[in-house]
């Protein structure tokens, strides 16, 4: 295998989209509102399932055929309609496509809100935590072992995304990197809109202390409860852009390790700061990649050594590294004034 | 369901009991002692697990060696981690979250390091080369010299936890520092002498836990990180604060995890792929529903005892 710049760029640009999603939604829930959120592998597999579900059941109607059952004896014929489908009926996978990200940004969105709202009320912060953490593997196991959503452990291949009607592969991943690169600016963009707002000021007073907030008439649990609906619902879009750029639906993926993952981005770049989140998610990408790269080529000279294993070290000792000497991250939180305080700024 | 199949069921979940109960109870002294609920544990088993592994495969030794090896080596990670990451970032008073996930990097990289080191001496899977012998057996039961060697030392060590800290001077100072930290520092008791006890103790019991757990099954990288919510499940069960309650949540984690398990297939079907998320949905049920375990119970237990 040779070593392909472009083809590594495109992936990696896919990669850093998609994972911006997941930062930045994290970053709006722990970096401005506190909120330890370590399910973030929850709510990107429920958007991965919704995925899978929706292009075992859903294309199939779109496109004017009837779903065979994806799992048993049909898996064959049912992987090949798929695959025709989205190769030769565009709108029809457009529309799918379309559909499932609105799909999972509900669910994603109701049970964020629904989980939140039941563990904002723990006894301890942290157990909020441990709860979406552990809630995230609950989900996992049950899916596994629940043949009817994604074929249990099998997973459900085929899952292309919606540009793959192009003849030319190198063409339509440039596609769809484009479109989960809008979808990532748009997050963005968003999310500095919403950390200016007087609902990002309400949730930083709520990080700051939700007692205070709560003196001033705030319902802290409830405004947590909604910007955990926000994030969620942005990691669900995360989670269908992850399982159909690499085209399969398995619970594998989703584990605690991906949770890790964006918080490494996130404490790496710079809390309650998206530019710094964005940093973040470009610097683990770029290594992530280029350590990929580096195993590869490792693997086909004499060196035996495992670098996919290095990876995981370098990245917990630049965790280590960053929570001792800079937790603020690379870029940190800008302080946030208004014209009223400008204004005696001056005067004083 | 055959009688067979529900005491063999039973006598598992006893001896997954001890070993929970002796990985728990690092858990709920550390969170207790250090204010630290660390997912690192998980890799100090592990380390237990490998340090005994390898001492078996080059030399042969007996049981209680190795037990020693496993312990001392694991108590020496836990210390170095202590030193080299928790006790630097206690100083910069950084919020328990940045604690939390400190302990997720420690346990990465520990992970990896023993990922590393299986695959250079090519120890994947492995089990712990302790001759097995069946010491009793009937038609329902077949119990190993494992099971005789489990079950006791595990109480054993509980027992001298206990002894430790409930009788020596040594003891009451991590009790202090459990209930308050700087009222602790003000009394003149040497806050850090007594946390390196504490990381030397939850390290040796974790490594122990793991060599155990490498004599039955057998010993990879991953083995930590499987069983830690199972033990997270069982210290939560012990609100994460006592230790007789933390010790009930172990054999009842254990218990759920085999003998309930073993009935819902039996009954209702449930499939054993299942049998992961027991613990998860012990440890949600119990968050949300009990958060202080079984700790009123016992706390109630020992008022009674007062009054009368």
């Not at chain 1, 291949?157 to 540009?163: D, I, K």
């Not at chain 1, 035996?304 to 939180?333: A, C, D, H, K, T």
């Not at chain 2, 069983?227 to 012990?238: E, P, R």
């Amino acid at each position: 295998m040779t070593f392909d710049v472009v083809t590594t760029g495109i992936a990696l640009l896919t990669y850093f989209g998609i994972f911006s999603l997941m930062a930045i939604s994290l970053n709006l829930e722990y970096g401005l509102a506190g909120v330890p959120n370590f399910g973030k592998a929850l709510f990107v597999s429920i958007g991965a399932y919704t995925a899978g579900v929706t292009y075992t059941r859903l294309l199939p109607i779109i496109a004017g055929h009837t779903p065979l059952n994806p799992c048993g004896e049909t898996l064959g014929q049912a992987l090949q309609l798929r695959s025709e489908i989205m190769q030769g009926q565009p709108v029809a996978g457009f529309v799918n496509f379309g559909i499932t990200l609105v799909i999972a940004a509900l669910i994603g969105g109701v049970v964020g809100y629904g989980l939140s709202y039941i563990t904002l009320r723990l006894k301890e912060e942290w157990f909020l935590a441990l709860v979406l953490l552990v809630g995230g593997e609950i989900l996992r196991i049950t899916v596994r072992g629940y043949s009817p959503i994604i074929c249990a452990s099998n997973g459900v291949a085929a899952v292309a995304q919606p540009f793959s009607f192009f003849d030319d592969v190198r063409t339509a991943s440039v596609a769809y990197m484009l479109l989960v690169l809008v979808l990532a600016l748009m997050a963005y963009i968003y999310a500095e809109r919403l950390t200016r707002s007087p609902f990002g000021r309400l949730l930083k007073a709520i990080r700051e202390s939700d007692r205070v907030a709560q003196s001033l008439g705030k319902d802290a649990a409830r405004v947590r409860a909604q910007v955990m609906m926000i994030g969620s619902a942005m990691a669900a879009v995360a989670g269908v852009l992850f399982a159909v750029n690499i085209g399969f639906v398995s619970t594998n993926d989703y584990v605690v390790a991906l949770t890790l993952d964006v918080w490494v981005m996130i404490v790496l770049g710079g809390m309650a700061n998206h530019r710094g989140a964005l940093l973040g998610v470009f610097i683990i990408t770029v290594l992530d990649r280029a350590t990929a790269v580096v195993a590869v080529q490792l693997s086909m000279s004499d060196i035996s050594i495992e670098f996919n294993y290095v990876r995981f070290i370098l990245f917990g000792v630049i965790l280590l590294l960053m929570l001792r000497f800079r937790p603020q991250g690379i870029l940190p939180e800008k302080p946030q004034t208004t014209q009223v305080a400008d204004g005696f700024a001056r005067t004083s | 369901m055959s009688e067979a199949l529900l005491i063999s069921s039973l006598v598992r979940s006893l001896q997954t009991g001890s070993l929970y109960a002796l990985m728990a109870l690092g858990i709920t002294l550390t969170f207790s002692v250090i204010k630290l609920p660390n997912f690192a544990h998980a890799e100090y088993i592990t380390v237990g697990a490998y340090a005994a592994l390898i001492l078996t495969l080059n030399a042969e030794v007996s049981l209680v060696v190795v037990l020693v090896v496993a312990f001392v080596v694991a108590a020496l990670v836990a210390l170095l981690s202590h030193v080299v990451v928790f006790r630097p970032l206690e100083e910069h008073q950084t919020s328990e979250y940045t604690m939390l996930l400190a302990s997720f990097a420690v346990g990465l990289i520990l992970r990896y390091v023993l990922f590393l080191l299986a695959d250079t001496l090519e120890i994947f899977d492995k089990r712990i080369q302790i001759g097995q012998e069946i010491v009793f057996r009937s038609d329902a039961l077949i119990l190993t010299n494992i099971f005789a060697w489990v079950v006791p030392t595990s109480v054993f060590m509980v027992i001298l936890l206990v002894l430790l800290l409930n009788y020596t001077p040594l003891g009451r100072e991590m009790r202090a520092l459990a209930v308050n930290m700087n009222l602790a520092q003000i009394i003149g008791i040497r806050v850090e002498r007594v946390k390196v006890v504490t990381w030397l103790a939850v390290g040796g019991l974790a490594g122990i836990a793991g060599a155990f757990w490498g004599i039955q099954t057998s010993v990879n990288p991953m083995m930590g990180w499987f069983a830690i919510l199972s033990v997270f499940a069982a210290a939560i069960l012990g609100g994460l604060t006592s230790f007789p309650g933390t010790i009930l949540g172990a054999f009842v984690v254990a218990f759920s995890e085999n003998t309930l398990m073993q009935v819902l297939h039996h009954y209702l079907g449930l499939d054993f792929s299942f049998k992961p998320a027991i613990p998860f949905v012990i440890i949600v049920i119990v968050l949300l529903v009990r958060p202080q375990g079984f700790t009123d119970f016992f706390q109630r237990l020992r008022t009674n005892r007062y009054e009368r």
